[in-house]
C-alpha cells in the first residue's frame, strides 16, 4: 500500500501515520520527496485495512501496489536508482563497465587485466575469488588469497572491486575487500545470502538464475532491498532454453521489462549470456542500445589459458574494441560508458 500524504501534511501527520502502519503490522517506509511525503505500507496487505489508512490525518490517497515486489517496484519509486561504488556509477548517464576475468588466478593476470582494462575504459574489475562451479572437481577460486589480489588490484588501479560472495557465512569477509556484492545465478534464490547481503553496507549486483522468472529474480532483489541495503543491481546473464547454440539464452527484452516495473538499475553479461568469445562484443552493444545501464564482461589476458570461462573472455584487444565500438552506441543513447 502507497499512503500518498498531502502537501499540507504535518510532521505530527507523518508520524501519526508510521505508528498507525505499524499498529497494522506492516512495515512504514517513508520517502520524503520535495513536494510531498508518501509513505509505503510493506507486509502482507490481506490484513490491512486501506479505509482505516485513508481516514488518517494529512492523507491524501491510498493506493494498492499492484506488483508482488514492492520496494523494488516503480510505483513505489518513480526515479530510476542509480548505483555508485567508487570508480563505478550503474544509472542515470552512466553506463557502469565491469570487466575482468571469471577467476582470479594469480597477482599478474588480475593486475595486467586491471591495469588493460582501466586502460580501455572499464570502470570497475570483477574477478571470482570465490567459485560456484557446476562441478566440484573444477577450480573453486584462491579465497581469501584472492580477495587480497582483488585489493592490491584495485591499489593499483583504482578500479572498484566486484566479486562474488557464494554463503552467508562470507558475506562479512568479502565485503571487507569489495565494493560491491556479487551474488551469482546459482544463488539467486539462497534467501539466506540474500538477507544476509541486505544487511551488508556494500552494493550488491544479482544475478538471474537461469531458471528464475523475471518475478523470481524482483522478489529476490526484494528480500536485499527489504532487510536494508538499497543498492541492488540486476544483471541478466541469460536463461536456461531449448537453444543449444549459445551456452545460455540472453533475453535483452528483460532491459526495458525490468526498467518498467522496477526503479533498480540493469547490467547485462554478455559473456555468461552467449558463452562464446565471438558473439560478447556484438551482444554488449545491444545490450547498450536496449537501455542497459551497465555491462559485466570477462577479460583476461590469455583466455586460452583461463583457469575458468577462457571460451567466453576476450583479450585485452578485443575489450578496446568492444569499448570503441560501445562507446559510439552509447552516445547515440545519449549516455556515457563509465
Ligand atoms: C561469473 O560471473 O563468473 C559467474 C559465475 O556468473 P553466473 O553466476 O552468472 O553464472
Ligand atoms: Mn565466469
Given at each position: 500500500?502507497?499512503v500518498v500524504m498531502?502537501?499540507s501534511?504535518?510532521?505530527?501527520?507523518i508520524?501519526?501515520?508510521?505508528?498507525?502502519?505499524?499498529a497494522l503490522?506492516m512495515?512504514p517506509v517513508v520517502?520524503?520527496g520535495?513536494?510531498?511525503?508518501?509513505i509505503?505500507a510493506?507486509?502482507e496487505e490481506?490484513?490491512?485495512?486501506?479505509?482505516?489508512?485513508?481516514?488518517?490525518?494529512?492523507?491524501?490517497e491510498?493506493?494498492?501496489?499492484l506488483a508482488?515486489?514492492?520496494?523494488a517496484?516503480?510505483?513505489?519509486r518513480?526515479?530510476?536508482?542509480v548505483v555508485?561504488?567508487g570508480?563505478?556509477?550503474?544509472?542515470?548517464?552512466?553506463i557502469?563497465?565491469?570487466?575482468g576475468?571469471c577467476?582470479v588466478e594469480?597477482e599478474e593476470?588480475?593486475c595486467a587485466?586491471?591495469?588493460?582494462v582501466?586502460?580501455?575504459g572499464a570502470?570497475a574489475l570483477?574477478g571470482?575469488a570465490?567459485?560456484?562451479?557446476?562441478?566440484?572437481?573444477?577450480f573453486?577460486g584462491?579465497?581469501?588469497?584472492g580477495l587480497?589480489?582483488l585489493?592490491e588490484?584495485?591499489e593499483?588501479?583504482g578500479l572498484?572491486?566486484?566479486?562474488?560472495?557464494?554463503?552467508?557465512?562470507?558475506?562479512?569477509l568479502?565485503?571487507?575487500y569489495a565494493?560491491?556484492?556479487?551474488?551469482g545465478a546459482?544463488?539467486?534464490?539462497?534467501?539466506r545470502?540474500?538477507?544476509c547481503?541486505?544487511k551488508?553496507?556494500?552494493?550488491?549486483?544479482l544475478?538471474?538464475?537461469?531458471s528464475?522468472?523475471?518475478?523470481e529474480w524482483l522478489l529476490?532483489?526484494?528480500?536485499?532491498l527489504?532487510?536494508?541495503?538499497p543498492?541492488?543491481?540486476?544483471?541478466?546473464r541469460g536463461?536456461?532454453?531449448?537453444?543449444?547454440?549459445?551456452?545460455?539464452?540472453?533475453?535483452?527484452?528483460?532491459?526495458?521489462?525490468v526498467?518498467?516495473?522496477?526503479h533498480?538499475p540493469?547490467?547485462?553479461d554478455p559473456s555468461h549470456?552467449?558463452?562464446?568469445?565471438?558473439?560478447v562484443?556484438?551482444?554488449?552493444?545491444?545490450?547498450i542500445?536496449?537501455g542497459?545501464?551497465?555491462?559485466?564482461?570477462?577479460v583476461?589476458?590469455?583466455?586460452?589459458k583461463a583457469?575458468?570461462?577462457g571460451?567466453q573472455?576476450?583479450?585485452l584487444?578485443?575489450?578496446?574494441?568492444?569499448?570503441?565500438q560501445?562507446g559510439?552506441?552509447?552516445?547515440a543513447m545519449?549516455?556515457e560508458l563509465g
Open positions: 500500500m502507497i498531502k502537501r501534511a504535518s510532521e505530527e501527520d508520524q501519526a501515520m508510521i505508528e498507525h502502519v505499524e503490522k512495515k520517502l520524503r520535495t513536494e510531498r511525503t508518501v509505503a510493506i507486509g490481506r490484513f490491512a485495512g486501506a479505509g482505516s489508512l485513508e481516514s488518517g490525518p494529512g492523507v491524501d491510498v493506493l494498492p501496489i508482488p515486489y514492492k520496494l517496484s516503480r510505483e513505489l518513480a526515479e530510476p536508482t555508485k561504488a570508480s563505478l556509477t550503474v544509472g542515470g548517464a552512466n557502469g563497465v565491469i570487466a576475468p577467476s594469480n593476470q588480475i587485466t586491471a591495469r588493460g582501466k586502460a580501455a570502470t570483477r571470482g570465490f567459485k560456484p562451479r557446476t562441478s566440484p572437481y573444477s573453486q584462491l579465497k581469501e588469497e587480497k589480489l585489493a588490484a584495485r593499483q588501479t572498484a572491486i566486484v566479486t562474488e560472495v557464494v554463503a552467508p557465512d562470507d558475506v562479512e568479502v565485503s571487507e565494493d560491491v556484492l556479487q551474488i546459482r544463488n539467486m534464490q539462497n534467501y545470502l540474500l538477507e547481503a541486505g551488508s553496507t556494500r552494493p550488491v549486483l544475478k538471474r538464475g537461469p528464475a522468472t523475471v518475478d529476490a532483489a526484494e528480500y536485499i527489504d532487510a536494508g541495503n543498492n541492488v543491481m540486476l544483471c541478466e536463461i536456461r532454453t531449448f537453444e543449444a547454440h549459445t551456452r545460455f539464452t540472453l533475453p535483452l527484452a528483460s532491459v526495458p521489462y526498467q518498467q516495473k522496477t533498480l540493469i547490467v547485462i549470456g552467449t558463452g562464446h568469445t565471438n558473439l562484443t556484438a551482444m554488449a552493444r545491444a545490450a542500445a536496449a542497459a545501464d551497465g555491462v559485466i564482461v570477462e583476461h589476458p590469455n583466455p586460452d583457469m575458468s570461462d571460451y573472455s576476450l583479450n584487444p578485443q575489450f578496446q574494441e568492444m569499448m570503441r560501445c559510439r552506441i552509447a552516445e545519449d549516455r
